[in-house]
């Protein structure tokens, strides 16, 4: 089992990451190259849904994964930002995976 410091943790960078796209007025969101919007809008708005209040733990690093594994195939146009925050999202699920 994870331990409660690395969940926490993975599940802070998921929550960075969504809050940073999934704005009131979706404005970082609207200024993201075509290609970053068309790839990442589905598998962000998965990870979304896997944080909600009832969420499950492995519903959120399948989401997760989902999000890198895009992330990678689009990585030169990601704006920095945005990249260092799925790297930080597949560093925390890296290490809940490693503590298991």
């Given at each position: 089992?994870?331990?409660?410091?690395?969940?926490?943790?993975?599940?802070?960078?998921?929550r960075?990451?969504?809050?940073?796209?999934?704005?009131?007025?979706?404005?970082?969101?609207?200024?993201?190259?075509?290609?970053?919007?068309?790839?990442?809008?589905?598998?962000?708005?998965?990870?979304?849904?896997?944080?909600?209040?009832?969420?499950?733990?492995?519903?959120?690093?399948?989401?997760?994964?989902?999000?890198?594994?895009?992330?990678?195939?689009?990585?030169?146009?990601?704006?920095?930002e945005?990249?260092?925050?799925?790297?930080?999202?597949?560093?925390?699920?890296?290490?809940?995976q490693?503590?298991?």
């Amino acid at each position: 089992m994870a331990g409660n410091e690395s969940v926490e943790e993975f599940l802070r960078s998921a929550r960075e990451l969504v809050d940073l796209i999934f704005t009131d007025d979706m404005g970082y969101f609207d200024s993201l190259p075509e290609v970053v919007d068309r790839e990442l809008a589905t598998p962000l708005a998965g990870l979304l849904n896997a944080l909600s209040d009832d969420c499950e733990l492995e519903d959120v690093v399948g989401a997760a994964k989902l999000v890198v594994e895009v992330a990678v195939q689009i990585q030169s146009a990601l704006p920095p930002e945005l990249a260092a925050l799925i790297g930080n999202l597949e560093r925390g699920r890296q290490e809940l995976q490693s503590d298991r």
